[in-house]
Nanobody, 123 residues
Framework: QVQLVESGGGLVQAGGSLRLSCAAS????????MGWFRQAPGKEREFVVL????????YYRDSVKGRFTMSRDNAKNMVYLEMNRLKPEDTAVYYC????????????????WGQGTQVTVSS
């Protein structure tokens, strides 16, 4: 069982930056691949980025490549999402999630979810 709690969302102007954090409980945190998803109003929840259990591998959706960076600290049971050069289309609720499978980009492949944190980018 893994419990996840996101933080760090907020309101930022286009071009600005935010850093999201996700705190995880559980002794087997490093055995899970972690992902960030987002959901804008009226839209499906979509994959943003994932990271392997060791943190050595990541995979990003095309629209955030070069702007977002995901990392993890297994000693602290933490996952981070550094978001730079934010755009209004990045506005969404951001969720972190845990999966037993590395490479999972479908939300149905994730077993545990946080409650989400709102990111709003104004133009």
């Amino acid at each position: 069982q893994v419990q996840l709690v996101e933080s760090g969302g907020g309101l930022v102007q286009a071009g600005g930056s935010l850093r999201l954090s996700c705190a995880a409980s559980g002794r087997t945190f490093s055995s899970y691949a972690m992902g960030w998803f987002r959901q804008a109003p009226g839209k499906e929840r979509e994959f943003v980025v994932l990271i392997s259990g060791t943190g050595g591998s990541t995979y990003y959706r095309d629209s955030v490549k070069g702007r977002f960076t995901m990392s993890r600290d297994n000693a602290k049971n933490m996952v981070y999402l550094e978001m730079n050069r934010l755009k209004p289309e990045d506005t969404a609720v951001y969720y972190c999630a845990a999966s037993r499978y590395y490479g999972a980009t479908s939300r149905f492949q994730y077993d545990f979810w946080g409650q989400g944190t709102q990111v709003t980018v104004s133009s």
